[in-house]
């Protein structure tokens, strides 16, 4: 089959971490070029605003380094430690949940100021 390299490049990563050739939808493929793609195209771009913004006439390997960091500081960041969600779901899970008034062999519903149909809104006078 002739497909473009960076498609057997993720074919091939995926095999690395297992995954048969069946064990994947082939859309998947196309899912992560996508993503790779629309990726490296935010990164240059950011890097060439900041070359732009140093005065520099081309990109530099620093550009793009900093283009990378600021993306990895935006969109990732590290969960709380493993001891401060247990001591919140401690101090949560203290609080009992509130006693259901449903009659028996009914669907208890939650109040109607913690559901979607309740309303939102406050119509104000002429």
Do not use: C, W
């Not at 048969?20 to 935010?42: I, N, S, W």
């Not at 449903?102 to 559901?115: F, H, N």
């Amino acid at each position: 089959p002739d497909e473009p390299r960076d498609a057997r490049v993720v074919r091939e990563l995926l095999r690395s971490m297992g995954l048969g050739e069946g064990e994947y939808e082939p859309r998947v493929v196309h899912q992560f070029l996508d993503l790779a793609y629309r990726y490296a195209g935010d990164v240059l771009g950011d890097a060439q605003v900041y070359a732009d913004h140093a005065g520099k006439p081309q990109l530099d390997a620093d550009d793009v380094r900093l283009a990378i960091q600021a993306k990895v500081n935006f969109s990732f960041s590290q969960p709380p430690p493993r001891e401060v969600l247990l001591e919140l779901a401690r101090s949560r899970n203290k609080i009992p949940l509130p006693k259901s008034i449903a009659p028996p062999g009914s669907i208890p519903l939650p109040p109607e100021q913690d559901t979607l149909l309740s309303q939102n809104y406050q119509l104000l006078p002429d």
